[in-house]
């Protein structure tokens, strides 16, 4: 009973280790000369460092125009969506509107295992997550998922503001 107890807790001790390589993962990024966030990014790589005071800043301050939350929420609760963000952490586009997004997101009331961050570098590539199919060019960009397939995105910055502009993504799916 003991050894199979140890045995279980060493599996799940290396599961857990194997899965975490993934969140939050820095690699030095040779164009910069910066050490950067690759990969996915959980809570607290958004939190931690330089692009931690931005986005905390962000989040915190934005006010996200309630009549399109009110719309967008219509909408949300009769789908399966996914919002999947991809940034690069050195870039300023991403500084300023990752936190806001992730705002509009919190007041949609939209559940974390719904929301992905993805980290690139200045190639806009991951080191272990798969992104080509997503074509980015520009960061950050906000991907709106539907049952699984690309709805809309937001590249850059919005049009007209974040919630403005993934309003008129659900409104037109």
């Known amino acids: 009973m003991k050894s199979s107890l140890l045995i279980v807790s060493v599996l799940i001790f290396f599961a857990g280790n194997i899965f975490s390589q993934n969140v939050n993962k820095?690699?030095?990024?040779?164009?910069?000369?910066?050490?950067?966030?690759v990969?996915?990014?959980?809570?607290?790589?958004?939190?931690?460092g330089m692009f931690g005071l931005y986005y905390k800043t962000q989040f915190d301050t934005y006010s996200p125009k309630s009549k399109y939350i009110k719309k967008s929420k219509a909408f949300i609760e009769k789908g399966d969506y996914e919002?999947?963000?991809?940034?690069?952490?050195?870039?300023?586009?991403?500084?300023?509107?990752?936190?806001?997004?992730d705002k509009v997101?919190?007041?949609?009331?939209?559940?974390?295992?719904?929301?992905?961050?993805?980290g690139v570098d200045r190639d806009k590539k991951a080191r272990?997550?798969?992104?080509?199919?997503?074509?980015?060019?520009?960061?950050?960009?906000f991907i709106v998922m539907l049952n699984g397939i690309e709805i809309g995105r937001i590249t850059e910055s919005p049009d007209?503001?974040?919630?403005?502009?993934?309003?008129?993504?659900?409104k037109e799916n």
Request: proline fraction near 2%; aromatic fraction near 8%; charged fraction near 35%.
């Open 83 to 101: 919002f999947i963000t991809v940034l690069g952490d050195w870039c300023s586009d991403s500084k300023l509107q990752v936190g806001r997004f």
């Open 39 to 48: 990969d996915y990014i959980d809570s607290t790589g958004l939190y931690d």
């Open 26 to 37: 820095t690699v030095h990024d040779e164009k910069i000369d910066k050490d950067i966030l």
């Open 105 to 118: 997101l919190k007041e949609l009331e939209i559940p974390k295992n719904k929301i992905k961050h993805i």
């Open 160 to 170: 007209a503001s974040l919630e403005k502009d993934l309003y008129d993504i659900l």
């Open 128 to 141: 272990e997550v798969n992104i080509k199919n997503y074509k980015i060019l520009r960061v950050p960009t």
